[in-house]
């Protein structure tokens, strides 16, 4: 079993750094992913482990370039002291919370008053998030589930009458790499599906990012059509890309996702992993 895509209550995941690697004790590899931060992994990493490794991660979203939809990149064994990455995250932050109180702003427009310290305590002191909009909406009347939240007033989708959805800064992903690398980190492309669905674009999109330095993609996802599987293993090869696996687990967030992935060729993959990780100076625990 290995999982290296899941996020805890540091960002919009439901379960702490700490329960998370206890659930996670004998997995073969496991990685915390947080939106944008990497405050849990200090957590994360302090639980005495199985039989399994754990590598410190983020995950970043990035611009994803003209004819795709939503990139986001993993970053996966990344030294949390780099105070290049701490600084361009604080950037992150910044530009997290200018979006937020434009979307306070939104739902003012609506009617619908937000406290701005009421909605923080949502998040617990960590990364505010839209699901912890979508919980202040359910609690408070506004939408029956978190489901409803998001489709009614937190999607880019949203009807143009209810959308308080705002953009927020998303940086080159050749920035995002480099800054990984600066961490001695791996660059991984999370979940290819949403990023395109056209298997040349994604081709064609693979190859230019390993020119600019991705080291893998994210093929086995837990959201994935098992023809995707197929075709993103596929994509990996051709363009000669390491393969993750990851659940994009989220806790109750989003209870019909499991944590962990059985995969095949498991001992294939994590052999490349651990020599990647290891060249690259990551730090594994």
């Given at each position: 079993?290995?999982?290296?895509?899941?996020?805890?209550?540091?960002?919009?995941?439901?379960?702490?750094?700490?329960?998370?690697?206890?659930?996670?004790?004998?997995?073969?590899?496991?990685?915390?992913?947080?939106?944008?931060?990497?405050?849990?992994?200090?957590?994360?990493?302090?639980?005495?482990?199985?039989?399994?490794?754990?590598?410190?991660?983020?995950?970043?979203?990035?611009?994803p370039g003209e004819g795709y939809r939503i990139f986001h990149l993993l970053g996966?064994?990344?030294?949390?002291?780099?105070?290049?990455?701490?600084?361009?995250?604080?950037?992150?932050?910044?530009?997290?919370?200018?979006?937020?109180?434009?979307?306070?702003?939104?739902?003012?427009?609506?009617?619908?008053?937000?406290?701005?310290?009421?909605?923080?305590?949502?998040?617990?002191?960590?990364?505010?998030?839209?699901?912890?909009?979508?919980?202040?909406?359910?609690?408070?009347?506004?939408?029956?589930?978190?489901?409803?939240?998001?489709?009614?007033?937190?999607?880019?989708?949203?009807?143009?009458a209810t959308r308080c959805y705002e953009t927020r800064y998303h940086p080159d992903?050749?920035?995002?790499?480099?800054?990984?690398?600066?961490?001695?980190?791996?660059?991984?492309?999370?979940?290819?599906?949403?990023?395109?669905?056209?298997?040349?674009?994604?081709?064609?999109?693979?190859?230019?990012?390993?020119?600019?330095?991705?080291?893998?993609?994210?093929?086995?996802?837990?959201?994935?059509?098992?023809?995707?599987?197929?075709?993103?293993?596929?994509?990996?090869?051709?363009?000669?890309?390491?393969?993750?696996?990851?659940?994009?687990?989220?806790?109750?967030?989003?209870?019909?996702?499991?944590?962990?992935?059985?995969?095949?060729?498991?001992?294939?993959?994590?052999?490349?992993?651990?020599?990647?990780?290891?060249?690259?100076?990551?730090?594994?625990?």
């Open positions: 079993m290995i999982d290296l895509h899941v996020h805890s209550t540091a960002s919009d995941g439901s379960v702490s750094p700490g329960e998370l690697a206890e659930r996670g004790r004998d997995f073969a590899l496991m990685a915390i992913t947080d939106h944008d931060n990497m405050d849990g992994v200090a957590e994360f990493l302090s639980v005495p482990r199985g039989r399994g490794q754990r590598v410190p991660g983020i995950e970043l979203s990035v611009d996966l064994g990344l030294d949390c002291g780099n105070e290049a990455m701490r600084a361009f995250l604080r950037r992150i932050l910044e530009g997290r919370n200018a979006r937020n109180a434009r979307m306070l702003a939104n739902f003012a427009r609506l009617g619908i008053e937000i406290p701005a310290d009421e909605i923080a305590g949502y998040a617990h002191g960590e990364v505010l998030a839209r699901p912890h909009f979508a919980k202040w909406l359910v609690v408070h009347g506004f939408a029956p589930d978190l489901k409803s939240a998001f489709s009614t007033y937190l999607a880019r989708t949203s009807p143009d992903p050749g920035e995002a790499i480099d800054l990984i690398h600066g961490a001695h980190g791996l660059a991984v492309m999370a979940h290819p599906r949403y990023w395109t669905d056209d298997p040349l674009a994604l081709r064609n999109g693979l190859r230019r990012l390993k020119d600019r330095g991705l080291d893998g993609v994210e093929a086995i996802y837990q959201a994935n059509l098992p023809g995707e599987t197929v075709d993103h293993l596929r994509a990996a090869q051709e363009v000669g890309l390491l393969i993750t696996a990851g659940s994009d687990f989220h806790g109750t967030n989003k209870p019909t996702i499991p944590l962990g992935m059985q995969v095949e060729n498991e001992r294939e993959i994590l052999s490349a992993l651990s020599a990647a990780l290891e060249k690259a100076g990551a730090v594994v625990v």
